[in-house]
């Protein structure tokens, strides 16, 4: 079928997801799979017990645009606990279709044309072409290395009349780094006395490591009293393939929030908020999130220690960035490229994720594998590591 007449595309920069590409390299050359960020095992066994249950208790039409009542207190009611923060159930939290639709939504309900959000890189791939979709401009500071931090003094300069929001993303993907106690008291200061309103991306709240303590925008009554907070359960449970997360934020935001998202998606997956329902009755299935992936990082570290890879510790998410020191044409995605063709291991390279990317030679891994997948990839990175960067 042929299309004879003129497309004006939205987004004309866009090209497939960089996750969608290197999950086809790696199944193009049978290697391990470290790129996309998805769990290499099972959740447990009481998820699919309680989506059973949902299916015999009849589960199988529509729920409520806004999500399942259970599912809502349940959320309201581990947001209190983990954070002293009061959201109301029925005018304060959405069930959305996954993280990403939480965010489109967010990003939709607030942007209009000729609006600026300011936005971190390295970032999540989704963020700067949802805010072009809806008309906006994605004002992009870096962060800063070697550890990431945040830039503060260029975002004050960045604030401007047509400055909509700042999204903002803790524990951070792609770079396992968090935001402190004095950054998120550096962005209260900041947003006093604007109309600048606040995204954060929080999709990685139960998993930090080495003690350090998720500081997320809910425990900050100034800041969330202008923010959208978007969680997965689907990364907390290892069921990412379910696409069921949650977004938080005071009633008048989620009125124009919700506005969006009853076009969007209308109603999320019925059996699907069942089985979380049931899942956050149990503390455990979240509160033992962090040492459990913190071991699998470990593993991962301790088989690289003494190699070629230069690496700081991920302090959360599941993700591990690797750098490394080669001829500049050595470029990260051709090292991605050689990793996953010579070698059976495919990353990310981190240049993925930006708008605009120098040069870099860094990779982000995913380590929610098994221990024996991790001991592999790591025995195949560190001989890649004496072949290629000697």
């Given at each position: 079928?042929?299309?004879?007449?003129?497309?004006?595309?939205?987004?004309?920069?866009?090209?497939?997801?960089?996750?969608?590409?290197?999950?086809?390299?790696?199944?193009?050359?049978?290697?391990?799979?470290?790129?996309?960020?998805?769990?290499?095992?099972?959740?447990?066994?009481?998820?699919?017990?309680?989506?059973?249950?949902?299916?015999?208790?009849?589960?199988?039409?529509?729920?409520?645009?806004?999500?399942?009542?259970?599912?809502?207190?349940?959320?309201?009611?581990?947001?209190?606990?983990?954070?002293?923060?009061?959201?109301?159930?029925?005018?304060?939290?959405?069930?959305?279709?996954?993280?990403?639709?939480?965010?489109?939504?967010?990003?939709?309900?607030?942007?209009?044309?000729?609006?600026?959000?300011?936005?971190?890189?390295?970032?999540?791939?989704?963020?700067v072409?949802?805010?072009?979709?809806?008309?906006?401009?994605?004002?992009?500071?870096?962060?800063?290395?070697?550890?990431?931090?945040?830039?503060w003094?260029?975002?004050?300069?960045?604030?401007?009349?047509?400055?909509?929001?700042?999204?903002?993303?803790?524990?951070?993907?792609?770079?396992?780094?968090?935001?402190?106690?004095?950054?998120?008291l550096?962005?209260?200061?900041?947003?006093?006395?604007?109309?600048?309103?606040?995204?954060?991306?929080?999709?990685?709240?139960?998993?930090?490591?080495?003690?350090?303590?998720?500081?997320?925008?809910?425990?900050?009554?100034?800041?969330?009293?202008?923010?959208?907070?978007?969680?997965?359960?689907?990364k907390?449970y290892?069921?990412?393939?379910?696409?069921?997360g949650?977004?938080?934020?005071?009633?008048?935001?989620?009125?124009?929030?919700?506005?969006?998202?009853?076009?969007?998606?209308?109603?999320?997956?019925?059996?699907?908020?069942?089985?979380f329902?049931?899942?956050?009755e149990?503390?455990?299935?979240?509160?033992?999130?962090?040492?459990?992936?913190?071991?699998?990082?470990?593993?991962?570290?301790?088989?690289?220690?003494?190699?070629?890879?230069?690496?700081?510790?991920?302090?959360?998410?599941y993700?591990?960035?690797?750098?490394?020191?080669a001829d500049?044409?050595?470029?990260?995605?051709?090292?991605?490229?050689?990793?996953?063709?010579?070698?059976?291991?495919?990353?990310?390279?981190?240049?993925?994720?930006?708008?605009?990317?120098?040069?870099?030679?860094?990779?982000?891994?995913?380590?929610?594998k098994?221990?024996e997948?991790?001991?592999?990839?790591?025995?195949?990175?560190?001989?890649?590591?004496?072949?290629?960067?000697?």
């Open positions: 079928m042929e299309f004879s007449g003129t497309l004006r595309t939205k987004l004309p920069r866009v090209k497939t997801t960089i996750f969608t590409r290197m999950t086809q390299m790696a199944q193009a050359n049978g290697a391990l799979n470290l790129a996309q960020g998805f769990p290499g095992f099972h959740p447990h066994p009481d998820l699919a017990k309680f989506m059973v249950e949902a299916l015999e208790k009849g589960k199988y039409q529509y729920a409520p645009m806004t999500g399942l009542p259970e599912l809502r207190h349940a959320v309201a009611k581990v947001v209190e606990s983990l954070y002293s923060a009061k959201y109301d159930s029925e005018t304060e939290i959405t069930i959305t279709a996954g993280a990403t639709q939480g965010l489109f939504s967010a990003i939709c309900s607030l942007v209009r044309e000729g609006d600026e959000v300011i936005v971190f890189e390295p970032a999540y791939d989704s963020y072409p949802a805010i072009e979709a809806c008309g906006g401009k994605a004002r992009l500071v870096s962060l800063e290395g070697p550890d990431y931090s945040v830039p003094d260029q975002v004050k300069k960045l604030m401007r009349p047509e400055t909509r929001a700042i999204l903002i993303n803790s524990p951070h993907n792609p770079t396992g780094t968090l935001l402190g106690h004095q950054d998120l550096q962005l209260e200061k900041m947003l006093t006395s604007t109309d600048v309103l606040l995204i954060s991306d929080e999709v990685y709240e139960h998993m930090t490591f080495d003690g350090y303590e998720h500081q997320s925008v809910a425990r900050y009554p100034n800041l969330a009293s202008r923010a959208f907070v978007v969680g997965s359960f689907g907390t290892h069921a990412t393939g379910w696409k069921t949650f977004v938080l934020a005071p009633a008048p935001l989620m009125a124009e929030f919700r506005k969006m998202h009853q076009y969007q998606v209308f109603a999320v997956h019925s059996a699907s908020q069942y089985a329902a049931r899942m956050l149990e503390p455990k299935h979240y509160s033992e999130l962090s040492a459990f992936y913190q071991q699998l990082r470990d593993i991962f570290l301790d088989e690289l220690k003494g190699s070629a890879w230069k690496f700081s510790p991920s302090q959360g998410t993700f591990q960035v690797l750098h490394y020191e500049p044409s050595l470029t990260d995605e051709e090292m991605a490229k050689q990793l996953s063709s010579k070698f059976k291991v495919t990353p990310v390279p981190m240049s993925g994720f930006y708008q605009y990317p120098g040069p870099c030679q860094s990779l982000r891994f995913c380590f929610a098994t221990p997948e991790l001991r592999e990839a790591a025995r195949r990175l560190v001989m890649a590591g004496e072949a290629l960067l000697k």
